[in-house]
């Protein structure tokens, strides 16, 4: 099979090869998009889900940075108001001169967003701390700071910004892997495809090639030039979610100096909370990166300084880690210390590799990244539009207890399935927040083709409870057997699959 010549090929279907396919899209560009697993499925969708200016680096002095993450935080929220809420985080101060330091370092970060504020930091006193977070420690609290950032749900925003994009003309296609470059008088123009469910090889032609692979850049740039050196560092994150008793009501904790100079997040999420995160350096780049028991054991100790209530390991509903593919600047292994800046570069042959960013940041990686591509592949120059370009289900929905917010201005719809088959409205599990018929609506709608992609981020069932989301699989592979037209070998099939996967979410 050859599909036709494209402008714009892009591999990879993390936020940045997403909002690249969309960048692309929207000025026009022909556009192809491959990515081998699931949309998301790599670190994209395993993110701290914030949507932030970054108020650590700051403190590195990486002020343009954080300046140009907070723009991008506003058109986020701006773009996405269904995916993006309002995040209150509370900095508590345990020391005298914690207060007022944390305080101006967040005046800074409120100037710096200039007027594209969420809303302004303030000084909390130590009883309007602990009446935010009840089960704050109290002994030896002097107060705190209180600032908002964004926080949103990842895979969500993923499944909008690639919607976005084929409502635009782009080509997306999830269980495709780019296996080869194709090359034509000393270019790359083009790549070689293998679709991993039905297992033919076909050949996709392009103006230019974008390699938004993430951890996985070095693989795709050796396609190139086998003796590439490595243009990313690799380190992991963990988090681990628990209930919301351990850190009830609406406001996140942020610790800003943990042991290895990293700051921990405890936040609340879907009526969980997250809390994250480590930075270990890792030498090879994993699908399934799974959190060391060295990195459950640190963020159980640093939550246990903070919070009350102590976290044991029966308590841990889920445990996931991520892989930052952060652009190698200089042989420094501190990956906590290295930028969350990104690159763009170019090869010999015409390559185009984006690396680094964030998710935040995404928007504008994109936008540099086309630039870069279209330069290469001689095609017409034209303008970003994506800076107002309002994104799939955009609905001014914002109450973060509304569990069909992300659906935005399709909630309707996704919820009219249960009119004509009520036994869709029963939940996946009584322990999680989501109905059968999103994993009917996901199958019909979402390109969802495993019983993965809806546990894991059509809804995100597996990233909150994973013992939950093993119980909840049969059930959803029925619904989707049924939609997409499979048998019942492939229902047990894929139960075995996903079971198999969950044993690695869960912390024994
Ligand atoms: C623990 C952690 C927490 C984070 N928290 C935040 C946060 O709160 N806010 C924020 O803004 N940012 C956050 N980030 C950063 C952000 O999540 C990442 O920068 C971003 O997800 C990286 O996206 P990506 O597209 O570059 O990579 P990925 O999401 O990994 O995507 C790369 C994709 O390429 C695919 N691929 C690889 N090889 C091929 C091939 N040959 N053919 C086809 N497809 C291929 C992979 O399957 C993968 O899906 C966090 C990162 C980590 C690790």
Redesign the pocket.
Known sequence: MQLRPWDVVV?????????TALDASARGYRTLL???????????????????G?VRYLRQGQVGMVYG?LRERHRLWKNAPHLVNDLRLIVPAYRAWERAWYGTGLKVYDALARGRGLGSSRLLSRRACLSRVSTLRGRKLRGGVLFHDGQ?D?ARL?WALIRTAISLGCAAINY????GLLESRGRIKG?R?RDLIGGREWEARGAVVV???????D??LR?DEPRQDPSVVL?????IVVSSAFLPGDSAVLVPSTDDGRVL?AIPWKGHVVI????VPVDA?S?EPVPGEAEVDYLIDHAGRYLTRPITRPDILAAW?????LMAAGTGQNTAALS?GHSVSVSRRGLVT?????????RK?AQDTVEVASDVGGLSPTHTRTATLRLHGYSIRRDVHDPWRVYGNEAEAVRALEEADPALGALMHPSLPYRLTQAAWAARNEMAVRVEDVLARRTRALFLNARAAAAAAPAVARVMARELGHGRGWADGEVRAFRQLARRYVCE
């Open positions: 591999v990879g279907g993390g936020c940045s090869g997403l909002a491959v990515e081998r697993g699931d949309f998301t499925g790599g670190t994209s969708s395993r993110s701290t889900k914030l949507i932030h970054g993450a949103f990842d993923g495709a892997e780019a296996v790549v495809v390699n938004a692979a993430g951890p996985f850049a693989s795709v396609m380190s992991r994150g963990a988090h997040f994250g995160t480590t930075d780049p699908r880690a991520g892989q930052r593919g969350r984006v690396t680094g960013g964030k998710w935040t940041t995404c990686v």
